[in-house]
């Protein structure tokens, strides 16, 4: 049975989702300036950091003692622990402590922390905040999305052969990743104005949002990465889908965001769609 | 025979620099937010805006009435004139008025403006200045490079493997040049900690020179795209090179900067040399 959440209960969820933002803001923009000890994961170039621990430790405990009946899901408790991810329709806080943590480890200013909200498995509140920059992309469901206050609107844009697309070469080392994802980097380049790599799946959404690059689509990515992100996005006026066409599948690891359906369908028709295997 | 130039010529060089610089900014980031005027060049993802033009020709003319007797060069008055670029011993402007005019026509605020001054052939000041997110690289040579007044370094990576390299599809769309840059991209890809690209060779630079990055190659762009730049990242303690490894030739459409001159090696190294034809 759905869950219901009330108004003022959201209201109440969103004054703690930007708190506990800036609260991990201040923790991710003092670490940024020292030396980083860093530790990889999956392949030499999946990177993890003490302060992602931390930062994550840091908001769950905040969160975990005010909303004891919620779910979690956070990148390195998920790592830590192994276990599958398990997405319910109860109110569930969804954290990427850093996203960028290869952006983090080499200065690159553009990192996120990244914290959605779903209730019955739908994005109801996504907050981005890039603290380096005092950057806080804002959005609730049918409420529009902000950055810092401001409205934002994706760009409108059409025609894929007028459109810069946001793409990564990603973390993942295994050649046959690479190779379909470095086919669909010279595909891009090839039909369009250009590709940009920022290297967070976060801010690239919220790029997308501000109409700032007009889409964006990425494969090997986690509900993490996107949820928030998918959310502003959205709000902003883009379309966002499985980058098959279909509709977004949070577990199954990929993401599109495009500024307008007929640019999503001429990058659905375009790509390459790797399967993932699902969370 | 060589010029002679004085020291308190030099500063006042500095000083007019930056006071152009400034002026451009201003017109830039006021264009930033209105519509856009677009027109292509050599490819249909090689773009210009009437604003490219209205500020090299704004910096020109204030330039040229304080110094009649300097050179000056111009990435919109060469593609205008269709002149041989003529680079000689005399005190040469060397200005790009929007590096990054794609970022521009999309609203990405990663847009510069690029001023470089030569005598006897070498850069001695460069500023790039990237009016939307207020941040002026400036460097003198011998002076070290700061942005907006703070001391830059580049990063210090020894080790490709753990770096972060900065790479561009660029704006032509010929098969054959594509298809080397793609094969760059995938060998920096699997090669690296990861690839980031952002629409404007001065940029980037600038990323190399505050260690945002580690190191950046580039194929076919112009002396206006990289002459303030490549002296702003050698400035902060960065290998400036041509990718093959041999010095730096203004005039060879190509530069490769990076932290250490063991990570400018291994690039060297790796990377396919595209010939661009000299200006």
Chains 1, 2 share one sequence.
């Not at 009946?69 to 830590?80: L, V």
């Not at 569930?92 to 209730?119: A, M, Y």
């Not at 502003?232 to 965001?257: F, H, N, Q, T």
Request: with cysteine; proline share 4%; hydrophobic share 40%.
């Amino acid at each position: 049975m759905p869950v219901e959440v009330l108004d003022h209960q959201l209201r109440e969820y969103y004054t703690v989702a930007l708190e506990v933002a800036r609260k991990a803001g201040e923790v991710i923009k003092d670490a940024f300036k020292k030396e980083k000890t860093i530790d990889t994961k999956s392949s030499a170039a999946d990177l993890v950091t003490v302060t992602d621990q931390a930062v994550e430790k840091m908001a769950f405990a905040f969160l975990k003692e005010k909303y004891p009946s919620h779910k979690f899901i956070g990148e390195e408790t998920t790592a830590e622990t192994g276990e599958k991810l398990q997405l319910t329709d109860d109110p569930t806080w969804i954290i990427d402590p850093i996203d960028g943590t290869t952006n983090f480890v080499h200065s690159i200013p553009e990192v996120c922390f990244s914290l959605g909200i779903t209730v019955n498995k739908e994005p109801i509140i996504g907050v981005v905040y890039l603290p380096v920059l005092d950057q806080m992309y804002t959005a609730q469901k049918g409420q529009g999305a902000f950055l810092n206050g401001e409205k934002l609107k994706s760009s409108g844009q059409t025609d894929l052969k007028k459109a810069v697309v946001i793409c990564e070469g990603g973390s993942s080392r295994d050649p046959d990743i690479v190779e379909k994802k470095l086919t669909n980097i010279h595909r891009l380049v090839t039909a369009s104005h250009g590709i940009r790599s920022y290297g967070s799946a976060a801010a690239n959404l919220c790029r997308v949002a501000q109409g700032a690059g007009d889409a964006y689509a990425e494969y090997g990515i986690h509900i993490w990465d996107f949820v928030a992100g998918m959310l502003i996005a959205s709000e902003a006026g883009a379309v966002v889908k499985d980058p098959s066409g279909s509709e977004v599948d949070l577990m199954s690891r990929r993401v599109l965001a495009a500024a307008t359906p007929s640019l999503a369908t001429q990058l659905s028709d375009l790509l390459i769609h790797l399967d993932m295997g699902r969370d």
